[in-house]
């Protein structure tokens, strides 16, 4: 079966620091991948989605970048954060024509 | 541009009565639509979906209603049980698009006993 990994859980990090999420997805090959947002007390938003190694599509100008090294891994990056990149960060996988599979989400507050 | 809307940000319901979210769209290049329930510092997790050439579908105590004319989908949960307590999330697919998914944004339901 498949599962997806998201760490770390939970982060803390000073206005101007580097970020780094790591999602990884085992039990399937050639997954696309996304990353979401959810804002307190909004929707969710989709970041950034790679339908294969080194393919990234970004949906939202912003500090943040993603990059897919490897088929089943994808990092969400950024090398100075902002107070309003605070949030919910959510990992999904699909194959082409299936639902969404989240991970279990990484809480981000920029202080 | 919201391309998909949940207009009741929340919802109160009796346990064993019926919960009904609304969700309309406005892209009908949409193939198919999906419902996700999220509890809190949770992914969302899959519920049920619909494709974009039909009407109902029904799995459980769930069914989907979608109605392309008017760009509306609806989920039902009868009976409604305190475990259904959750935030709703509709979504929609445009498969020519990298499978992207665009969200509602949510609808809280509190299923009170």
């Known amino acids: 079966s498949q599962t997806i990994h998201q760490w770390p859980a939970t982060l803390v990090q000073p206005v101007g620091s580097p970020l780094s999420l790591e999602c990884t997805v085992e039990?399937?090959?050639?997954?696309?991948l996304y990353w979401y947002r959810q804002a307190a007390g909004r929707g969710l938003q989709l970041l950034f989605y790679?339908?294969?190694?080194?393919?990234i599509s970004s949906e939202v100008p912003q500090n943040l970048s993603a990059s897919r090294p490897q088929d089943r891994q994808f990092i969400l990056s950024s090398k100075k954060l902002l107070l309003s990149d605070s949030g919910f960060y959510l990992c999904?996988?699909?194959?082409?024509?299936?639902?969404?599979?989240f991970g279990p989400g990484t809480r981000l507050t920029v202080l | 541009d919201q391309q998909v809307k949940q207009n009741s940000p929340s919802l109160s319901v009796q346990e064993g009565r019926i919960s009904i979210l609304n969700c309309d769209y406005t892209?009908?290049?949409?193939?198919?639509f999906l419902w996700y329930k999220k509890y809190p510092a949770e992914g969302p997790t899959f519920l049920i979906s619909?494709?974009?050439?039909?009407d109902k579908n029904e799995d459980g105590r769930f069914t989907v209603f979608l109605n392309k004319s008017a760009k509306h989908l609806s989920l039902h949960i009868v009976p409604s049980q305190p475990g259904d307590s959750a935030v709703y999330f509709c979504?929609?697919?445009?498969?020519?698009?990298?499978?992207?998914?665009?969200f509602g944004g949510g609808t809280r339901v509190l299923v009170k006993p």
């Open positions: 999904a996988w699909s194959m082409r024509y299936t639902a969404y599979f």
């Open positions: 039990g399937t090959s050639n997954p696309n």
């Open positions: 790679s339908v294969g190694i080194g393919q």
């Open positions: 892209n009908s290049m949409f193939d198919y």
């Open positions: 619909i494709s974009s050439i039909k």
């Open positions: 979504a929609a697919r445009l498969k020519a698009a990298g499978n992207k998914l665009t």
